[in-house]
């Protein structure tokens, strides 16, 4: 199979996925997830294949756009979701949980009205891109697939491997890690068999969910610290949940650094599976 042709249908699929959770954006209860998750994979597969590509900056801007102005929906969610988890502050936490839920809804409105201006535009950009094949590029027209997602794999995995495990990098880590798993799932479907391919999936799913955890708590710790002059009568709760997710994140961040420190270290060919 030739490397455009497989990447034509996989951008296919894409887009297809953006559209049908844009039109049940208020019917199903993860569209927003999935939405964000669709136009990530979507911008990731432009950007880890863009040595073989003509990529459109206004496009990936575009992709990013939206990205970006989902974040803080998509953040209202997640911390929704963990405060509900709590048996403790139950009752000291109403005040909060309210001025989220209502936040949450705001937020929410504010995206899907962005996207409701931008995505016909979005559509059609991405349609002529795939109709006119403008993202073919001179030199790669006869390479095949499986040959550039292994170049690519490599090329990934040692712009990993020069990120140093600590602090002020899991956040870029975790998103670097997550276009070598978008690689992996492509080239999983060409070889369903490959045993090392589901083994290395499977750890980088988890590694994922335990960066994002980590990501997802700092994120929280600082968006409640800008709430205590919102929410005045509720300061010492909002503290005290502070506190709880500081403590779990130091935690956390201490064990996931330690993994990280041992995949950069022992896990040598990274981009071999055949």
């Known amino acids: 199979m030739l490397f455009y042709d497989v990447f034509e249908e996989i951008i296919i699929n894409q887009v297809s996925e953006i559209e049908s959770n844009f039109k049940v954006f208020y019917t199903k209860d993860e ?19 863009k040595k073989y590509l003509n990529t459109d900056t206004q496009l990936l801007n575009t992709l990013k756009f939206f990205l970006k102005s989902s974040n803080i929906a998509r953040d209202t969610q997640i911390l929704i979701e963990k405060i509900n988890q709590l048996d403790i502050f139950e009752n000291d936490l109403k005040e909060l949980k309210t001025y989220l839920e209502k936040e949450y809804g ?40 499986e040959t550039i997602t292994f170049l690519s794999l490599n090329a990934q995995a040692k712009k990993i491997k020069k990120i140093k495990p600590a602090k002020k990098n899991l956040h870029k880590l975790r998103i670097e890690y997550k ?11 060409t070889q369903v068999q490959n045993q090392k391919i589901q083994e290395r999936l499977i750890q980088l799913r988890q590694l994922q969910d335990k960066l994002g955890y980590v990501q997802d708590l700092s994120v929280h710790i600082e968006y409640l610290k800008s709430l ?26 201490k064990k996931v650094i330690f993994l990280l420190s041992f995949l950069r270290f022992f896990e040598i060919n990274w981009g071999e599976y055949a």
Not at 31 to 49: G, M, N, Q
Not at 116 to 127: E, H, R, Y
């Open 106 to 145: 705001i937020q929410k409105s504010n995206f899907y009205n962005i996207l409701s201006l931008s995505f016909d535009d979005f559509l059609i950009k991405i349609n002529q891109t795939i109709v006119q094949k403008s993202y073919r590029k001179d030199g790669f027209f006869d390479f095949k697939f």
């Open 228 to 253: 205590k002059t919102i929410l005045p009568n509720s300061i010492n709760a909002i503290q005290a949940l502070i506190e709880t997710f500081k403590s779990n994140l130091k935690q956390k961040r």
């Open 179 to 189: 276009k070598y798993r978008y690689i992996l799932e492509i080239l999983q479907k």
């Open 31 to 49: 569209a927003l997830h999935d939405l964000r998750v669709a136009i990530r994979r979507l911008l990731s597969y432009f950007l880890v294949f």
